[in-house]
């Protein structure tokens, strides 16, 4: 089965600098991925890369089907991506702004209320402009954001940083769900032991190359919760 | 912090490295351009006649309408190749605009200020808001943006796509700024004061098709030599990428080596 | 595109609705900037009456660059630019949207300040069919052209400098070009003043499709 994911020798440059030095990663569909490596080593870029929001400027790259070098928007509305800032309109409410971003990626609102649902973030907060929320509380609405659209692959950017234990678990669980449901996830994470609890298979990078890659041992994921489907 | 040596970059002859943008075409043409210039001084300066109405004044106009003239010129050629650049996204493409663009901005303030020395003795002032110099000093601020857009740090890509649609917003302007200036100006002045097209014979008329010649062919020139700085600058630093790559994965090893 | 387009600007709407920078920042300056022409100049004579058009699109021009600014940096922070490309719209679409959004919120501004002017100035406002054309041509061509180098200048920290001294001169026409028919308007010479509006239109319509060409581009630039 062709991977989701195919990479070789993939070149990223921010500027004159080479984030990405050469990346050979092949993912296969319903993996989940942890990137582990220092600060620097390239995980962000590579996530980036994958979503197709910078240019791989030399090797393979081809996500979802889609040839990232010939044409890097194609392969966005597929994928869904959490990165280090919450990317929300500050002044809108939490209810806008899940909305919104469901809307722009052509869910229905139904589907953003569900999603909302989904998070677990208190009834009282739904109208409240985003700006008054906790880092915690907007990172729930983010994921709500996320979840809404149904991506295909799941990039996710150090999910669980300033988050609460509870609010790990959710992450944990999301992303189990998301597995059992057929998407495929990236995670870059240096929280080792719980993402290693989820993960499916490591990939160090360093270096803006890949290092190491180990499969781990498969867990016995709890039974999925209800991905609701509001149809 | 790896330390910065002084050897040459690996993989490059530093001998064959260029040591000037010359080459036997482009000093052949600068040979005919200073001829032209002494041809035009010449021309120009002693054996034209004065005209009746302007005098000497005259004589800048052998010189302010090449100007112009070649002024517009560099700026549609900036325009051609931001199209291209936007369109297939090209380099050449991109220095050739670029290069033009500042051109350009050279041009444009020769031609506020020989427009202005022309205005001195006809008119008596230095500046008037006459509707050929307006737009002029629009245009020139115009450009100065886009030199600003073109001086933001940016990767190669970016910076080409910035300047196009700055280049391209700016040579759009370019006719809708004339119209709005000439109608403008006509609303609250007579015509007449903008006429200083002089009365042109045959001496004249010599002397003019040399300054265009002139200013065309030093167009040229300068083009040439400023696609070619800027082409050098963009292989500088691409010659510089093979190494940052096998730094870069270097960097790797040392940490992989050690706890992750 | 248009569904986009319509997305966007209901959003950018809402966050006006919400955050109202422009009722309670811009509207205010724009108001100030007539109070101050007001200062500059000699309010005896009737210099403030014969410069109250040209005055009228300055203080446009200075509250559209607020307006124009206010649009980029919404998407400016908290990196929601990497969230646009990444949501999936039509850029056209976000073009267009934002656009709009920031004419409708100029638009809501010039009959405000046509309000002041006439309260300030002492403005007999006649020729109103020239006035309403000569407003919505020019806001689009100042909104489209705003939103473009918007989102050149998006994510530069250099950004509040750089967006004025491009902007301003691109829409130096728009000035003339409203200034002279709104001057044919309050003269009550409408008739000559279509003219003018026919060159708003044209500036309208050029960089509205040029935003719709190459906004996409730049976004991906940012």
């Known amino acids: 089965m062709e991977p989701l994911v195919h990479l070789r020798g993939a070149v990223v440059l921010l500027g004159r600098f080479p984030a990405l030095a050469g990346v050979d990663l092949d993912v296969e569909p319903g993996e989940i991925v942890l990137l582990r490596g220092a600060n620097g080593a390239g995980k962000t870029t590579l996530l980036r890369a994958c979503a197709g929001l910078v240019r791989v400027t030399d090797g ?42 469901a809307r722009a990626a052509g869910a229905t609102v139904a589907h953003a209320d569900a999603a909302l649902e989904r998070v677990a973030l208190p009834d009282r907060l739904r109208d409240v402009p985003v700006a008054l929320l906790s880092t915690g509380q907007r990172r729930r609405v983010s994921l709500a954001s996320v979840l809404a659209r149904r991506p295909e692959l ?70 999925p919760a209800e991905v609701p489907d509001a149809g | 912090m790896t330390t910065v040596t002084t050897e040459p970059t690996r993989g490059v002859d530093v001998d064959d490295a260029p040591r000037s943008t010359g080459s036997p075409a482009t000093r052949a043409l600068g040979a005919v351009v200073l001829a032209l210039v002494g041809l035009l001084v010449l021309l120009g300066l002693v054996t034209s006649p004065a005209e009746r109405v302007q005098g000497e004044a005259v004589r800048l106009f052998y010189v302010h309408v090449p100007t112009s003239t070649v002024m517009f010129l560099a700026v549609g050629v900036a325009a051609l ?7 297939k996204g090209s380099v050449f493409w991109d220095l050739v605009a670029a290069a033009s663009a500042e051109i350009a901005v050279v041009l444009t303030g020769l031609s506020l200020v020989t427009g202005m020395l022309w205005g001195r003795p006809t008119w008596g002032v230095y ?58 100006r006509s609303l609250h002045q007579p015509a007449t004061i903008s006429t200083l097209d002089p009365k042109i014979d045959d001496a004249m008329l010599v002397a003019f098709a040399v300054g265009m010649a002139t200013y065309l062919l030093g167009y040229l020139w300068l083009l040439i030599h400023r696609f070619r700085v800027g082409w050098l600058e963009e292989q500088v630093a691409d010659l510089g990428l093979g190494d940052a790559l096998a730094e870069r994965r270097a960097e790797g090893l040392a940490d992989a080596g050690g706890a992750p | 595109m248009l569904a986009d387009a319509a997305l966007v600007a209901g959003k950018d709407l809402r966050l006006e609705a919400r955050s109202r920078v422009l009722l309670n920042q811009v509207a205010p300056f724009s108001i100030l900037v007539l109070v ?16 109250t058009p040209g005055l009228y699109w300055v203080t446009v021009l200075l509250s559209a660059l607020l307006a124009v600014q206010r649009s980029s940096a919404v998407e400016a922070a908290d990196s929601n630019h990497d969230a646009l490309r990444l949501a999936g719209l039509d850029p056209a679409g976000i073009f267009l949207g934002k656009a709009a959004a920031v004419a409708v919120q100029l638009l809501v501004l010039e009959v405000l300040l046509l309000g002041g002017v006439a309260l300030l100035y002492g403005t007999e406002v006649t020729g109103v069919a020239l006035l309403v054309a000569t407003a919505v041509l020019a806001t689009t061509g100042v909104a489209a052209a705003g939103t473009l180098y918007g989102v050149l200048a998006a994510g530069l ?38 003219a003018w509006c026919g060159l708003l239109g044209v500036f309208a319509l050029v960089y509205t499709a040029f935003g719709v060409l190459a906004f996409g581009a730049l976004l991906e630039e940012s």
């Open chain 2, 81 to 87: 190749g931001s199209i291209v650049v936007l369109w």
């Open chain 3, 36 to 51: 101050l022409f007001a200062f500059a100049l000699d309010v005896e004579g009737d210099t403030l009456e014969v410069a």
């Open chain 1, 60 to 101: 393979d790259a081809v996500v979802l089907g889609h040839d990232l070098r010939a044409d890097r928007r194609a392969v966005r509305r597929r994928i869904g991506m959490l990165g280090h800032a919450t990317a929300l309109y500050d002044e809108l409410t939490v209810v806008d702004n899940v909305r919104f971003w």
């Open chain 2, 127 to 184: 500046w008037v808001w006459d509707a050929r110099l307006t737009s002029t000093a629009l245009l020139f601020i115009l450009l100065l943006g886009y030199q600003a857009v073109r001086a933001l740090p940016a990767d190669r890509t970016t910076r080409a796509r910035r300047c196009a649609v700055a280049a391209l917003i700016t040579s759009l302007n370019v006719p809708i700024v004339h119209y709005s200036v000439d109608w403008w």
């Open chain 3, 157 to 194: 920290r250099v950004r509040e400098t750089l967006l004025p001294l491009l902007l301003l001169p691109v829409v130096a026409p728009v000035l003339i070009a409203a200034t002279s028919a709104f001057e044919l308007a309050l003269g009550g010479r409408s008739g000559e003043g279509w």
């Open chain 1, 154 to 223: 799941w990039l996710l950017d150090e999910p669980h940083a300033g988050l609460d234990q509870d609010a790990r678990d959710l992450v944990d669980e999301l992303v189990r769900a998301a597995a059992a449901a057929g998407a495929t996830v990236l995670l870059a994470s240096h929280e080792l032991d719980r993402a290693e609890a989820i993960a499916t298979r490591e990939v160090t990078i360093a270096g803006g190359i890949v290092r190491g890659d180990r499969r781990l041992a498969a867990v016995t994921a709890p039974p």
